[in-house]
């Protein structure tokens, strides 16, 4: 079974719906990061959270918002899904002296 | 913001030797991360190096100067399966430890 897991991998929405992609881990790692990837603009943060406490923004944080529910889970929702937000969007966990991150399958969006 | 630089892309045979270079700018560095990314797929780990020097693991290795701000990732006898883009992130220390900065990614097309 996978370590990090995506739901859904696919999705297909309209502009100025409210949407969730999922995002949970058995690795027992604290640490949990979501990015977007763009063609041509690489891998760019969009939030991470070091414990279930604990939030921040990433470099583009704009128009998202996350929920760390349990360790194991974090979720990144779309408030009002717009056509630029169209994106592959991958979660990525990380452990407390593990020095790299590993990567969910991924979330294939498109925003109508 | 960081400033990590690669080729976007580079095409090489079957059988030969590949150099992708990555160049960066940032302060508090704490280590740099050479991921494969196959399309479609999730960014999966190949080497990491926080010492100046050169990492080998079989055909890959990874070299890092940090007084240049550089690395290379270095893929010997080529194979068709090593075409994929290739991702340089730069991790930093302090409050943002953990956190990857993404290079755009070099996009490698091995010919036979």
């Known amino acids: 079974d996978a370590d990090v897991t995506q739901t859904p991998r696919n999705r297909i929405t309209k502009t100025g719906k409210r949407i969730m992609l999922e995002c949970s881990q058995t690795k027992g790692h604290d640490r949990m990061y979501w990015y977007r990837q763009d063609p041509g603009l690489g891998l760019r943060l969009i939030y991470y959270s070091f414990d279930v406490k604990d939030i921040n923004k990433g470099e583009i944080s704009d128009g998202y918002s996350v929920s760390r529910q349990a360790q194991a889970k974090f979720s990144l929702s779309l408030e009002s899904a717009i056509p630029n937000q169209t994106a592959l969007y991958f979660c990525a966990t990380r452990g407390t002296g593990v020095e790299t991150q590993y990567f969910g399958p991924g979330t294939r969006l498109l925003v109508l | 913001g960081q400033n990590i630089d690669q080729p976007t892309e580079m095409t090489a045979t079957e059988g030969a030797i590949v150099q992708i270079n990555c160049t960066y700018q940032t302060s508090g560095f704490n280590g740099l991360f050479w991921y494969q990314q196959h399309a479609g797929e999730a960014p999966t780990f190949l080497s990491y190096?926080?010492?100046?020097g050169l990492e080998e693991k079989g055909r890959f290795s990874s070299f890092l100067s940090r007084s240049k701000g550089y690395s290379y990732l270095l893929l010997k006898e080529l194979q068709m399966k090593d075409s994929a883009s290739y991702l340089c992130?730069?991790?930093?220390?302090?409050?943002?430890?953990?956190?990857?900065?993404f290079g755009r990614g070099t996009q490698l097309t091995v010919w036979p």
């Open positions: 992130a730069v991790s930093r220390g302090g409050s943002t430890l953990g956190r990857l900065y």
């Open positions: 190096n926080v010492l100046d």
